[in-house]
Nanobody, 120 residues
Framework: QVQLVESGGGLVQPGGSLRLSCAAF????????MGWYRQAPGKERELVAT???????NYADSVKGRFSISRDNAKNMLYLQMNSLKFEDTAVYYC??????????????WGQGTQVTVSS
C-alpha cells in the first residue's frame, strides 16, 4: 500500500515562515509529478506547487516568489518552504503524487493534510 503523511503545519504570524514535509511510504512506480494542494474553509482545493521527476516546477500565481517546492528522493520526502505568509494562505495543505498506472492510467495519491493557520 501507499501512504503519504504530511507534517510541519501550525500557527504562524503574517510574514512568518513554515516548512511542510511529506513522507512517502510504500512503492510508487512511474511517478510523473509530485505536489502540494490546499483547501481553505468554504473553498475548492487548489494547486499550490508541483515538481516533475526531471525537476520542472510550477507554482500558483498567488504563491510565486514566496513558496518553494523541493524533494529528496533518497529519503522519499517532499517539501514546501513557505515564506512571507499571508492571512489568505490559511488552509489545509495536502501532499499529492501523480503516477501512471499500466492499467488504470493516471493515478493520484493523497495525504491526510496538515493545517496551516496564519493569524496575528
Amino acid at each position: 500500500q501507499v501512504q503519504l503523511v504530511e507534517s510541519g503545519g501550525g500557527l504562524v504570524q503574517p510574514g512568518g515562515s513554515l516548512r511542510l514535509s511529506c513522507a512517502a511510504f510504500g512503492s510508487i512506480f512511474n511517478i510523473t509529478s509530485m505536489g502540494w494542494y490546499r483547501q481553505a474553509p468554504g473553498k475548492e482545493r487548489e494547486l499550490v506547487a508541483t515538481i516533475t521527476t526531471d525537476s520542472r516546477v510550477n507554482y500558483a500565481d498567488s504563491v510565486k516568489g514566496r513558496f518553494s517546492i523541493s524533494r529528496d528522493n533518497a529519503k522519499n520526502m517532499l517539501y514546501l518552504q513557505m515564506n512571507s505568509l499571508k492571512f489568505e494562505d490559511t488552509a489545509v495543505y495536502y501532499c499529492n503524487v501523480a503516477a501512471f498506472h499500466p492499467i488504470g492510467g493516471q493515478t493520484y495519491y493523497w495525504g491526510q493534510g496538515t493545517q496551516v493557520t496564519v493569524s496575528s
